[in-house]
């Protein structure tokens, strides 16, 4: 069965220094990964998605994500943070083939200190 | 599009009443997914559409949780008698069948079961 690991609950980082939070997936074939991102009191909102094709996808604000087979892992990575960035980050896996049933991850909660 | 539209947003309600959520999904979407989440057990799929049949609902967590999607625009989440452990927010996601989409999530319903 797939499975989806966030290995950080919580990170903090200052505003204006570099992201990456962490995600390591467990799947059979190549999967279809997504990170969502939620703000409080807010559904989640789709940040990027990779399915086949270059290894490293570009998302909505600012946000980019490197699928690293040999690792089973898609990070999610922004050079500099913003304030506004923070927010709980879902990580989500697929089965192949299909947008259904998507698997997700226990989230990682980012807070930004001024 | 105004996108996945829940409602209520919020709902407090005494143990032993009924519940009823309601989701509209986003026109043309063919796939409708509800999901609770929890500080305990994050996001939980208990039940997901396509084209208005119920495909899997294995997440359901008991008998007293029902869904229903009568037409391709309209959804319900049904909980007959409430109890205090169902307290949670309950989101709705719709979404195409084609894999390069991810799901499109409503902003939640917030329950409280006192």
């Known amino acids: 069965a797939q499975s989806v690991t966030q290995p950080d609950i919580h990170i903090t980082v200052s505003e204006g220094a570099s992201l990456e939070l962490r995600c390591n997936y467990s799947?059979?074939?190549?999967?279809?990964l997504f990170w969502y991102v939620q703000s409080p009191g807010q559904g989640l909102q789709l940040l990027l998605k990779?399915?086949?094709?270059?290894?490293l996808v570009q998302g909505i604000k600012g946000f980019e994500a490197e699928f690293k087979r040999s690792q089973s892992s898609f990070n999610l990575r922004k050079p500099s943070v913003h304030w506004s960035d923070a927010a709980e980050y879902f990580c989500?896996?697929?089965?192949?083939?299909?947008?259904?049933?998507?698997?997700f991850g226990s989230g990682t909660q980012l807070t930004v200190l001024p | 599009d105004a996108g996945v539209i829940q409602s209520p947003r919020h709902e407090v309600t005494e143990m032993g009443q009924e519940v009823t959520l309601r989701c509209k999904p986003i026109s043309g979407h063919n796939s409708l997914f509800w999901y609770r989440q929890t500080m305990m057990r994050g996001l939980e799929l208990l039940i997901y559409f396509n084209n208005n049949v119920p495909i899997d609902d294995s997440g359901m967590p008991e008998d007293r949780f029902s869904a229903k999607m009568p037409n391709a625009s309209f959804s319900t989440l049904k909980i007959q008698p409430s109890e205090p452990r169902d307290s949670a927010v309950y989101f709705c996601?719709?979404?195409?069948?084609?894999?390069?989409?991810?799901?499109?999530f409503g902003s939640g319903t917030r329950l409280t079961v006192v």
């Open positions: 989500a896996v697929g089965p192949s083939g299909s947008a259904r049933q998507l698997t």
């Open positions: 799947y059979g074939a190549t999967p279809y």
């Open positions: 990779y399915f086949s094709g270059d290894t």
């Open positions: 996601a719709s979404s195409l069948t084609d894999p390069n989409y991810g799901y499109t």
